[in-house]
């Protein structure tokens, strides 16, 4: 059929989620476990290093 194009894809990507197709979702809780993540490998640092340094 002469005349028809395919739907565009940011029109399709704004209706599935409501975002604009160079905007991603913000996940919420990312910094907030990583900082726990975080805290726990340096407690086990401290902790190796504390009886470590007691031998």
Excluded at 19 to 39: K, N, S, W, Y
Aim: no cysteine; aromatic share 10%; proline share 5%.
């Amino acid at each position: 059929m002469k005349g028809t194009t395919a739907p565009e894809t940011t029109t399709s990507q704004e209706q599935h989620d409501g975002l604009p197709a160079d905007q991603e979702p913000v996940v919420t809780g990312t910094l907030f476990l990583t900082m726990i993540f975080l805290m726990m490998i340096f407690g086990f640092w401290a902790l190796m290093y504390m009886t470590l340094l007691d031998r």
